[in-house]
């Protein structure tokens, strides 16, 4: 990919490719070794580097970049056969500043994925489509973080995928969990939805303390994961799309719905302290903190479009006439408005 070709050079890394060779890690007793070119690793240096990579011991086939300026360091098979990535922290910086330019494109996917879930989420059996249909249409309305195995075990913090029956209470159709989230952070979180309570009570009749687990057939059960569950989004769209792009959706939206509120301020001091008050509600309903949400998950136009005292203008713009048929509510069609023309 060119454009990966070039990202990477502007990062000032080398683009890399798991096809050549790299560092093997092999399993010594309760340690690893590690071999390139068949040779043992003895540099400090380098073996440092790998352990600050904190590759998951459940990888199996795991090939390490044999330079520290690689924009790909490591990759190998989770738990799933299913290849995972560790990427540079500089190459994770410029995907994190680029992810916003793509907040539109994954915007207009919706529909997709909508239409894909609710076909899904009819099967009458339990599925693998079935369930992890659901899964995302909960992360869709609650924002829960997707969760996986490794933060589980290691800081016994949950997300999506990884969540016990324990967590959940069903009542005819309204749904509470309760769990403590990344970081330690406590999460209470209840909606009613009859048709989602009815299928998360069949996950959860389902034998084994994991909520979301599917049939694969002959009576065998097995849980969802954050790969199957970022792989439903990608076969949906077309495109390469996360579990982590919904959380960005619904923190700009809800910070778009926020900013709404405001008039235009008068000064500098109020306006400051306006935004302030959008990114203390938006964290907490994303669970996150202040700085993480403006970081990561509120596309920074609208802050912008708010300072420069043209979000009013651009609001009004917008929501004349909309453009974007299919599966959207009136705030989303707004924000894709605004998206496309003033950000």
Not at 29 to 39: E, M
Not at 211 to 238: C, W
Request: charged fraction near 30%.
């Amino acid at each position: 990919n060119k454009d990966h070709q070039k990202a990477a050079k502007a990062a000032k890394l080398i683009y890399v490719s798991d096809k050549k060779p790299g560092i093997l890690r092999l399993k010594k007793g309760k340690n690893y070794s590690y071999v390139y070119k068949g040779k043992a690793m003895t540099d400090a240096t380098q073996l440092e580097r790998i352990r600050k990579l904190a590759i998951p011991p459940s990888w199996s086939n795991v090939w390490i970049c044999p330079s520290a300026s690689g924009h790909i360091q490591a990759t190998g098979l989770d738990l799933n056969k299913r290849k995972q990535y560790r990427y540079h922290a500089k190459w994770n910086a410029l995907r994190g500043e680029t992810k916003f330019h793509r907040l539109y494109e994954f915007g207009k996917a919706l529909p997709l994925i909508r239409k894909k879930i609710k076909r899904d989420m009819a099967q009458p059996e339990l599925t693998e489509k079935k369930v992890l249909a659901t899964a995302i249409n909960l992360m869709e309305k609650t924002y829960i973080r997707v969760g996986n195995y490794e933060y589980e075990k290691m800081y016994g913090s949950y997300g999506l995928t990884t969540l016990k029956d324990k967590h959940v209470t069903i009542g005819k159709d309204k749904i509470e969990f309760t769990f403590t989230g990344k970081k330690g952070i406590e999460h209470n979180i209840s909606l009613s939805n009859k048709r989602l309570a009815k299928i998360i009570k069949q996950c959860r009749d389902v034998p084994g303390k994991t909520l979301f687990q599917f049939y694969t057939g002959k009576g065998k059960h097995r849980p969802i994961d954050s790969g199957m569950v970022n792989h439903y989004i990608k076969d949906a769209t077309e495109k390469d799309f996360s579990a982590k792009d919904f959380r960005t959706w619904a923190g700009t939206l809800h910070a778009l719905e926020c900013l709404r509120n405001f008039d235009e301020a008068a000064d500098e001091k109020l306006t400051k302290r306006n935004m302030l008050e959008v990114l203390d509600t938006v964290s907490a309903r994303l669970g996150n903190t202040r700085a993480v949400c403006k970081k990561y998950y509120i596309h920074p136009g609208l802050f912008q479009l708010y300072e420069e005292k043209k979000l009013a203008g651009c609001i009004e713009k917008c929501g004349k006439k909309s453009t974007h048929k299919g599966d959207f509510s009136p705030p989303e069609r707004l924000l894709l408005g605004i998206l496309e023309k003033c950000s």
